[in-house]
């Protein structure tokens, strides 16, 4: 069982900046794939990013690339999403997730085995 939590999610305006944590459990954190995606209401959840466990392979959607960076702190079991440079279309609910397998697919969400109950991210134009 891995439990995940979100914070640092919140209102801001357009062109600033939020950065996302997620702590979460278990012995194993480092040899996890983290992910973040994200829901707009009447859409589809979406990828957005994602990390191995070296922290040297990273995953980012098209939308977010250049703007959003995810890190990760093993020591903490914690990855984050710094994001940049934000407009109303990042307005969502961004979820954290885990893949224990690491699986090839890290931008697939059926790949992902928990998912944290998500933080709101709203950017006011």
């Known amino acids: 069982q891995v439990q995940l939590v979100e914070s640092g999610g919140g209102l801001v305006q357009a062109g600033g900046s939020l950065r996302l944590s997620c702590a979460a459990s278990?012995?194993?954190?480092?040899?996890?794939?983290m992910g973040w995606f994200r829901q707009a209401p009447g859409k589809e959840r979406e990828f957005v990013a994602a990390?191995?466990?070296?922290?040297?392979?990273?995953y980012y959607a098209d939308s977010v690339k250049g703007r959003f960076t995810i890190s990760r702190d093993n020591a903490k079991n914690t990855v984050h999403l710094q994001m940049n440079s934000l407009n109303p279309e990042d307005t969502a609910v961004y979820y954290c997730?885990?893949?224990?397998?690491?699986?090839?697919?890290?931008?697939?969400?059926?790949?992902?085995?928990?998912w944290g109950p998500g933080t709101q991210v709203t950017v006011s134009s």
């Open positions: 990390i191995r466990r070296s922290g040297g392979d990273t």
């Open positions: 997730a885990v893949d224990r397998a690491a699986s090839m697919f890290p931008r697939e969400s059926y790949e992902y085995d928990y």
């Open positions: 278990g012995r194993t954190f480092s040899s996890y794939v």
